[in-house]
């Protein structure tokens, strides 16, 4: 059983930054594809950023291209999510998974284990 972790979330004023991770258990992280998801209120989940097994391709959703980053360390089973410039409409509960299946990244269906979830809040 895979379980991902995601340590922190926070507040922060409008054009600050923060920068969560997400550690996994178990010996296989370095063969998977990662992705952060998002939800805010009302809303359903989405498409946050996505990074390859090695590393060597990441994607991003339009709303975060340019202040987000995705990284890796598949020595420490750890994603990270570097955001800076956040926006009030940043405000959501976020998600990382792990991708098992050969659907889009951007499709939360290719992805079959989640972390818990933090609150990440921006004031404006």
């Known amino acids: 059983q895979v379980q991902l972790v995601e340590p922190g979330g926070g507040v922060v004023q409008a054009g600050g930054s923060l920068r969560p991770s997400c550690a996994a258990s178990g010996r296989t992280f370095s063969s998977y594809a990662m992705g952060w998801f998002r939800q805010a209120l009302g809303n359903e989940r989405e498409f946050v950023s996505a990074?390859?097994?090695?590393?060597?391709?990441?994607y991003y959703a339009d709303s975060v291209k340019g202040r987000f980053t995705i990284s890796r360390d598949n020595a420490k089973n750890t994603v990270y999510r570097q955001m800076i410039s956040l926006k009030p409409e940043d405000t959501a509960v976020y998600y990382c998974a792990r991708r098992v299946s050969s659907k889009s990244s951007f499709d939360p269906g290719a992805y079959n284990y989640w972390g818990q979830g933090t609150q990440v809040t921006v004031s404006s």
């Open positions: 990074i390859a097994w090695n590393g060597g391709t990441t």
